[in-house]
């Protein structure tokens, strides 16, 4: 389990970590999410004890980080934001190192084995560090923060340079690891921590904006403010049609992509989902919808939103 | 901290720095030796251990300006620091590493004493004393120059650092003699690292002067912590 407690970090006079404080429960995934610079990694590095905070307090599984890191430390696999990779050695000797650092009182061999088999490495386990690509040095990261099998797991924006094939791999792994470990981790993209997390916690300029299961968050997303449709027909009517349709706020006809067929983006109010209707209106008037899609929520219409919101309960 | 120990070891010799440093070390005892020795026609070594020690201004620098400025500029500080290791048991263990070496290839350069012994005996005990101070002097540059790179994450700037400072140490030696006010003078000689080792020179084990040198050792280690321990706060 994780508890920050009222956390709070100054560099200087800029609070970069305001009066944070959350709960991490055993066995559950949950995500920082927030655009740069809102202190993430501040928040992240405080609870491993790598930073210590100005004021407030940091629990791991109850034990206080500034008072017994050792036994904190041991329990904690973090992976930073540059994963902390000495480039002259194997990847092998790295993970040695690594168990060798932390204490790990694992049978090594399998146990190593097992780690490069989970992370992916089993094919690279004797190349140098510094010749292998970013995707493969970010999984010895996430190799090394697995050693020693420690409970509680912390990544600073683990899938950061991978390709969407190890994306989609490193989430699998996370998802599986939550099963029997607490996992914290932080990322700016809303689609991560929706495929991977139970519970999501948004911060902005070192606040905590939201923290809402991950459902509910979904929610607020799916409700889509744009639509990037492909329509077959003459432009001039298929604009007027959907300028007209009820919900839509506005249209926009983009590119030509095959004959007689535009792209169109729509905008519309906030709060409907109008997709089912415009489809049936569209093709009852003989307008064929070749593409629908939903253009999500980014983060940072997210945070508008929130703001917005927080704002609107406010008042 | 047995693990960075190790680890520390091994990078000096997957890197060259590890075989440049045995190797000048090597050449210049040598050279030292023979001309102050074999072409000198003495079998005194005094003349020989005061260049050792004036080699060590480029030497030291060279083991110890990676040492923690390479891990804050490759990040893998916050492996070591989110790690079951104390902050202490990081510095020593970088600490040994570097102090290993320096004794490793200061052993082998004893060898150069073999060459003299067709010519005439030396004297072993007063060889021994000397190697005694050469040590203890060492010991406490690696921590100067251990101290000098954990302030900066550039290794150049920590070198030259070490280099300015262990020049100055020394280098207070030579010009002590002619500074005409006495406390400035008194506090030169105590500054000096090399006045304290005459002692050694003429064979006495001073114990002033190994407290002297181990004192500093120490001190420079517990600011290198402390310097560590701050920046965690900043």
């Known amino acids: 389990m994780i508890e920050a407690k009222r956390i709070v970090k100054r560099f200087g006079d800029k609070t970069a970590v305001d009066d944070v404080s959350f ?4 066995g559950e995934i949950l995500g920082f999410l927030g655009p740069n610079g809102a202190g993430k990694s501040t928040t992240l590095n405080i609870l491993t004890g790598y930073l210590s905070a100005s004021s407030g307090q940091a629990l791991i599984e109850g034990i206080d980080v500034l008072e017994h890191p050792n036994e904190a430390k041991k329990r904690i696999g973090f992976l930073p934001e540059y994963a902390p990779l000495y480039l002259d050695m194997t990847v092998r000797e790295y993970l040695n190192f690594v168990f060798e650092l932390k204490g790990a009182t694992l049978a090594r061999k399998p146990h ?7 992370a992916g490495l089993s094919d690279v386990e004797n190349r140098v560090i510094r010749n292998l690509s970013k995707g493969y040095r970010q999984r010895v990261g996430i190799a090394g923060a697995l050693i020693g099998n420690p409970k509680i797991l912390i990544f600073d924006e683990p899938t950061i340079g991978l390709d969407p094939r190890q994306i989609v791999e490193i989430r699998n792994l996370i998802r599986n690891l939550g099963r029997d470990h607490t996992v914290l981790l932080s990322t700016h993209i809303l689609s991560e921590v929706q495929a991977v997390c139970d519970r999501i916690l948004v911060l902005n300029r070192g606040k905590v904006v939201a923290d809402k299961p991950t459902g509910e968050f979904v929610r607020m997303a799916s409700a889509p403010e744009r639509l990037s449709l492909r329509i077959e027909g003459d432009s001039e009517r298929v604009l007027r049609f959907l300028r007209a349709f009820e919900g839509v706020r506005k249209a926009v006809c983009g590119a030509q992509t095959e004959e007689n067929c535009f792209d169109y983006t729509v905008d519309v109010k906030a709060g409907q989902d109008i997709r089912k ?17 939903a253009l999500g929520m980014s983060v940072e219409d997210i945070f508008i939103k929130l703001v917005r919101d927080g704002k609107g309960a406010q008042a | 901290m047995g693990a960075i120990y190790k680890r520390e070891l091994k990078a000096y010799f997957i890197s060259p720095v590890g075989y440049v440093f045995m190797g000048v070390f090597l050449v210049l005892s040598g050279v030292a030796f023979a001309a102050s020795t074999l072409y000198a026609s003495t079998s005194s070594t005094s003349a020989y251990f005061t260049y050792l020690l004036f080699s060590f201004i480029v030497l030291i620098p060279l083991l110890t300006m990676r040492l923690l400025s390479e891990e804050r500029k490759l990040r893998t500080d916050q492996l070591l620091l989110t790690s079951p290791v104390s902050l202490h048991a990081v510095v020593l263990a970088k600490f040994f590493a570097a102090f290993t070496l320096f004794v490793l290839t200061l052993g082998l350069s004893c060898l150069n004493f073999l060459t003299v012994l067709p010519y005439g005996a030396l004297n072993g005990a007063l060889i021994f004393s000397q190697l005694c101070g050469i040590v203890l002097i060492g010991g406490a540059f690696c921590a100067i120059g251990l101290f000098l790179s954990a302030i900066t994450e550039n290794q150049l700037v920590s070198a030259v ?9 020394l280098g207070v030696g030579l010009i002590t003699p002619n500074v005409q006010n006495n406390t400035l003078r008194a506090v030169l000689k105590w500054i000096s690292i090399f006045d304290r080792y005459y002692t050694f020179g003429y064979g006495l084990f001073d114990f002033v002067s190994v407290f002297y040198y181990l004192s500093i050792a120490v001190i420079f280690l517990f600011l290198t912590v402390r310097v560590m321990e701050k920046r965690r706060w900043a």
């Open chain 1, 112 to 118: 190593l084995s097992e780690v490069c088999g989970l």
């Open chain 1, 277 to 293: 209707d415009l489809f049936f209106a569209l093709a009852n008037a003989g307008f064929a919808v070749l593409a629908m899609e």
């Open chain 2, 161 to 169: 650092l070490s280099i300015g400072t262990i020049f100055a140490l």
């Open chain 1, 23 to 26: 709960t991490v429960g055993e």
